[in-house]
């Protein structure tokens, strides 16, 4: 096993917990940082991309027509370009080097291999609530409605790009609660998992 992939719910620490878990594997880690290198492949400027991260795109958007997008793709939406390039992006990258790899449907785009470990990152609403209130300066009504919003934003990226449901646990190979540790102890825990499955 060489790539462990990440899902996680909005103010679970599913990223922090990721990076803590690259580093003490040695591991390459990517997160925004699959939009930057898709606006290089795409030649879609950064900023453009990144609003359509992690989002499904509305039905009733126009076709795109952003002077960097070449003709033969007008008619797809930004969301759509940024996924398939990112797709080619994983897939690449997962041919080169053992890495962790956080959202973006990678748990599906590497379904195919075997030693791919995917991973999702849960917690309960209240514990979720407190984690963005004090990350992001929130009030409790404001950090709510934030983890409504970015879940049903994930949760609607998945289910269309996949055709999958993104919370069915029967989609991952392991899923953590990450209020019951520490995000150094939840890195350790699934350091030990991906551990203890290379060595089967």
Known sequence: ????????QYGSDGRKIAQELAKRLGFAFYDKE?????AQESNIP????????????SIWAYPTQNEMITEDRWYYSVNDILYDT???????KAEKEDCVIVGRCANRILADRKDCL????????EYRIKTVMERDYLNE??????????????????NYFTDRNW???DEYDFCLDSSKCSIERCAKV???????????
């Open 46 to 57: 950064y900023d453009e991309l990144a609003k359509a991260d992690e989002k499904r795109a």
């Open 34 to 38: 699959l939009i930057r290198l898709a």
């Open 190 to 200: 699934l350091e030990s998992v991906y551990r203890s499955l290379r060595e089967e």
């Open 1 to 8: 096993m060489s790539i462990i992939t990440i899902g996680r």
């Open 118 to 125: 995917s991973v999702f990152i849960y917690a309960p609403l």
């Open 86 to 92: 990112e797709r080619k992006i994983i897939r690449a």
């Open 167 to 169: 919370e069915d646990m």
């Open 141 to 158: 009504k404001e950090a709510k409605a934030l983890i409504r919003k970015m879940d049903k934003q994930r949760r609607y990226h998945y």
